[in-house]
């Protein structure tokens, strides 16, 4: 069982790490992502926080599959 957390966990951070980042490029292009200045807006404030969080728990699952997998 231990086996098979840490191979989902691995596949949860490989995921996550190949989605998010081409997810981002579509968001940061999108018209809604900057105003007329060319500022920033809340859509791409959220989607950015989103993302970070997204990829912050990419990086934990792939510490605690290798750790799993070590073990």
Not at 29 to 46: I, M, N, S, W, Y
């Amino acid at each position: 069982m231990t086996v098979f957390a840490g191979i989902l966990l691995l596949i949860n951070a490989l995921y996550n790490a190949v989605v998010w980042p081409r997810f981002w490029k579509r968001v940061s292009q999108d018209p809604r992502a900057r105003d007329e200045q060319g500022k920033a807006t809340k859509f791409l404030t959220v989607h950015a926080v989103l993302i970070g969080i997204a990829l912050v728990i990419a990086a934990v699952s792939a510490v605690a599959a290798t750790l799993l997998l070590a073990a």
